[in-house]
């Protein structure tokens, strides 16, 4: 999720390396995917995620009450944040060491799943009939079942009250607002409260949902059903008009700041930190956010371009999945613990919806009265938003994260004014179609 080219670039050396190593090493006699033990007492399986210390306290608790239900798996934590993570997974495949349970993401899902990393979960015990169907789709690729679904989530516009009421600033209907009132608000509010604070997250820095979902406003998508980009230059150069009128008039922070802060953590971002009123960001990370801001976090809607919430195109995403590697030696405990992960209440009143709503309908229901604060607000802006949603987006194809390294690139030349949005979107087209061929 950072926005720094070094990373950028680091991270899609490593993946591509990695990948290929990979593939070489399992057409060898040492390739370890075929050697499945059978499980017995003091079966040792390791869990890589990343995340905060939010999740990471709640998934340790949970590992707790699995040694109670299953006694003779033993399961070592591999704990990570999301810059580190990629890289440090992408080495472990390449060496054959990938965790036996992986925390994945939509972003890299196909990509690892082609590659033979990804073991098929339609072929193990896993029960599916509690999912959601689309939910549990959103785990397939060509016709595979590859990961389950840890959480469902959507694309929100989270919002600290406190800012609002210092400059004066109503809050919006979330249901009739259009971006020019988002550019508005934020501007407002920049010139109310004290220096340093500002309306709104700089949202062309952000990339990822916001991005998304203008694009989709516009009839484009991140990515083709065929695995090719899904917008035009003229699109995404009209997003970065956008972004670039939030700069200009202060409702979001100048590109400097606006950069650095992509290579910080959730919780270190400025609205954490109560410095910004408006910061984009997915459904669930509203139980993170709501306890930096003692539990005053609202849940926004996206802005739509008409000013009807029916039009903001907004989709449920897997927040992340649990999938389980190919080499794994383990493959029926690994597959057990992600069943009860994904399937068990008692799991999700451990876990909550830190991770997103859970797909499982009968476990949402199960965990519905012990729900915080902080959960319901995530659970209900799912619940809020069903009647308005547009289809569910392609998944992102092999080669995916490239063609969006390629548009934060070329973002940040628009903010630092080295090129113009017509400039930077012809330029990342170009790219982001040379990554995907």
């Not at 959103?138 to 990961?147: E, M, P, Q, S």
């Not at 459904?283 to 609202?298: E, H, M, P, Y």
């Not at 949402?364 to 569910?392: N, Q, Y």
Request: glycine share 10%; hydrophobic share 40%.
């Amino acid at each position: 999720m950072t926005a720094h080219p070094p990373l950028h670039a680091s991270r899609r050396t490593v993946l591509g390396s990695s990948l290929t190593l990979l593939a070489l090493a399992a057409c060898g006699p040492n390739a370890s995917g075929g050697d499945r033990a059978a499980e017995g007492d003091g079966t040792m399986l390791r869990f890589g995620w990343w995340g905060n210390a939010t999740r990471d306290e709640l998934t340790q608790q949970a590992l707790d009450a699995y040694q109670e239900v299953a006694p003779e798996v033993s399961i070592s934590p591999e704990p990570g944040d999301w810059s580190g993570y990629w890289d440090k997974l992408a080495t472990q495949v390449a060496g054959g060491d990938a965790p036996d349970v992986i925390q994945m993401d939509e972003s890299y899902l196909a990509e690892y799943s082609s590659r033979g990393i990804l073991a098929d979960l339609g072929a193990t015990a896993i029960a599916t009939d509690g999912f959601d169907p689309s939910a549990l789709e959103a785990g397939k690729v060509d016709g595979g079942l590859y990961a389950m679904n840890a959480g469902i989530n959507a694309p929100v516009l989270l919002a600290n009250p406190a800012l609002f009421e210092e400059a004066g600033v109503e809050m919006p209907d979330d249901t009739t607002w259009t971006w020019d009132d988002l550019v508005d608000i934020a501007t407002r509010i920049s010139e109310g409260t004290p220096e340093g604070t500002y309306g709104c997250q700089q949202l062309g820095a952000a990339g990822g949902p916001p991005l998304t979902v203008f694009l989709r406003q516009l009839g484009g998508e991140r990515f083709s059903a065929d695995g090719g980009i899904g917008y035009t230059a003229e699109q995404l150069a009209q997003w970065w008009d956008l972004t670039l009128r939030l700069q200009d008039s202060g409702a979001a922070p100048e590109a400097s700041i606006a950069v650095e802060e992509t290579g910080q953590s959730v919780d270190q971002s400025l609205f954490a930190v109560g410095k910004c009123a408006l910061q984009a960001q997915w459904s669930n990370q509203v139980v993170t956010l709501d306890a930096a801001l003692d539990g005053t976090a609202t849940v926004l809607r996206m802005p739509s371009m008409t000013g009807s919430a029916a039009d903001a195109k907004l989709w449920y995403k897997a927040s992340m999945y649990f999938a389980v590697a190919e080499t794994t030696a383990n493959l029926e405990a690994s597959a057990a613990f992600v069943d009860w992960m994904v399937n068990s209440p008692d799991a999700g009143t451990i876990l909550q919806v830190e991770r997103g709503v859970p797909a499982n309908l009968e476990v949402r229901a199960a965990i519905a009265e012990d729900l915080t604060d902080s959960d319901r607000k995530a659970v209900d802006f799912i619940e809020a938003i069903a009647e308005e949603l547009g289809d569910p987006p392609p998944i992102t194809p092999p080669g995916g994260s490239a063609a969006d390294d390629a548009i934060s690139r070329h973002a940040e030349d628009v903010l630092f004014g080295r090129s113009t949005p017509d400039e930077a979107a012809q330029a990342a087209v170009e790219e982001a179609t040379g990554a995907l061929a």
